[in-house]
């Protein structure tokens, strides 16, 4: 049987056929590749002389697959598979067929039930690797994509640095790959290995490189090109990473993981209704993924089609009992209410001995909602105090960086190191930036300014970080940064082309001709000084909230990617401490550049906070800007629920029932805790 490039299949089915028939085989073997309907009736013809030959009836299965027959080719492999238990060809033909139809989990047996007969089936590993993705478990799709990786090398020193990347040993297969590609500088098993260590390690910048080198070298490499696309995708390089996956989707346009890439690519730059369209198009040929379905979901939430989106996560709970995000993002709408059976779900699956710790924390926090939805506040918070202890461990924060950050804002970003720099910068005044503590009522602010006809809401875009981040020029996270002393040497020119840069990189998501756009990455208070170099004309809106309620409601978020200070009590507080101060100083050295918004206030006299508000921002009043809650437009945050009723006094209380837990984060917060709302004064240099 010759091999396809596609899906190599090492291993004959049943024995060596003489003669004529080994002829006939090899002949409808051959035609595969070129005519498979041929290849189909050149199998049949086979099996009319000789009924039920093994390798004949693999044939004709593999033609029909090749044909989109699929439900055909299974009637075949499925006793086929029972007879040929050995044959590793046969259990891969049917794994990819069940995969193709969606039944992930009999796919996953057939293909490792081939992998496990021929470890060296590259293209059984790849597809195990994709249906775990599909499935929801990262470890295991990475364990199986590594051994695909492994399993189409074959020198020495690549299958070292292969055994090395499986098991985890990351710094050795890194120098192996190295070594190796010091010799041989064009192979590129070696450059994608290299870009997967990378990947592994969070260098992703250096990923990209490496597989844009690997695909100069071999352009139809799809593996490589997957690669790339996820790691354009996963750096906030989306317009990038869809040319890539439209590139991928030319050669195989069935394949669900490069489907389920495109629709949350689409949502990453604001796609919401094409994003639908797609998640739609893909669970209708595969209706079997939950992890589908939960993103669906999340698409169809930040339309406000809220109870599609529930219907869509109890979808994902049914297929995938476990699968604790789906639970989170019920409970995640804040609006949502678990019911008795839920919570006896939850606690059941807690108690598996074989749950991940990812599905685990997602069922603490989850479950912490409900329990304190019921009253339950003493449990409710053991479920979110075990939930962030297990988040925690996985991140690794250090408060350390934020404080030394803020200190050095404090020395570097004074009165006269501004007016040194007057005029600077691009004078666009597009953007209007929300900055402060997620959870602070920001999403609150960007839902009343997006009511307004001249401002167009996006959301927390990447791209100010990304910036300082590039300015900062650390390759690993124990590299000094030269941020933000680098901003020292930037001349006018600079700073204008970083401004429009900015501006730039942030048209993807502007969808409307309007003025100004609404940017609310709240950590962006730690960039102040860069975003008044570059941008000087930008408005920024500080939005504040009591730091007992604003601590304890990040506390009890689960966050996507980022905020690694949320996981602590004692964390929470000093980063809300260095933000205390960190503004107070901006407000000494750049007075009336921000404006600051009081949750309280807002939700007391909300008509003169708003007026307020668009006056700092040069807008003329707009009536619709009282009605925000009747806007309709896309909102991704925890509060999409919440900002689509009117404004309410419920959260404003909310921390009072776990009083009794909040000792550290009360010690955290020392003297803003008494003093709040009253805004600190602070020493600056002149």
Known sequence: MSESPARERETAAGGEPKGSLATALAHAARLLETDPALAEAQAREILNVVPGQPEALLLLATALGRQGQMVAARSILGPLAKSQTNAAAVQLELGLVLADLGETTQAIAALARAVQLDPKLASGWRALGDQWTLLGDAAAADQAYARSIQASVSDPQLLEAAAALCEGRLAIAERLLRDALNRHPTDVAAIRMLAETGTRLGRYEDAEHLLERCLELAPSFAPARHNYAVVLYRQNKTAEALKQIDKL???????????????????????????????????????????????????????????EGIAAYRKSIALLPHLGESYWSLANLKTFRFDAADVAAMQGQLQRSDLSVEDRLHLNFALGKALEDSGDYAESFANYDRANALRREQIGYDGEEISALARQAKAQFTAKFFAERAGFGCKAPDPIFIVGLPRSGSTLLEQILSSHSMVEGTMELPDIIAIAKRLGGRKKRDDASAYPAVLETLGRDDCRALGEEYLDRTRVHRKKALPFFIDKMPNNFLHLGLIHLILPNARIIDARRHPLACCLSNFKQHFARGQGFAYSLSDLGRYYA?????????????????????????????????????????????????????????????????????????????????????GDLKAALGPLLSSYPAVPETTHSP
């Not at 994003?275 to 379905?293: C, G, I, M, N």
């Not at 750049?590 to 009081?598: A, E, K, N, T």
């Not at 009117?646 to 404003?652: A, E, V, W």
């Open 578 to 662: 260095n933000y205390v101060e960190m503004m107070a100083h901006f407000d000494a050295v750049l007075p009336g550049r921000i404006h600051r918004v009081f949750y309280e206030r807002m939700v007391d006299d909300p008509e003169s906070e708003i007026g307020a508000l668009l006056a700092h921002c040069g807008l003329p009043f707009e009536p619709q800007c009282l009605r925000f809650h009747e806007t309709e437009r896309p909102v991704r945050t925890a509060s999409s629920e919440q900002v689509r009723l009117p404004i309410f006094s419920d959260g404003l209380e909310n921390w009072r029932p776990f009083e009794p837990w909040l």
């Open 249 to 307: 989707l030319e050669t195989d346009a069935r394949n669900p993981g490069y489907r389920a890439l495109k629709a949350a690519a689409l949502g990453q730059v604001g796609e919401y209704r094409r994003a639908v369209v797609y998640y739609e198009s893909l669970l209708k040929d595969f209706p079997q993924h939950p992890k589908a379905w939960m993103s669906y979901g999340h698409t169809l939430k930040t339309l406000g089609r809220t109870k």
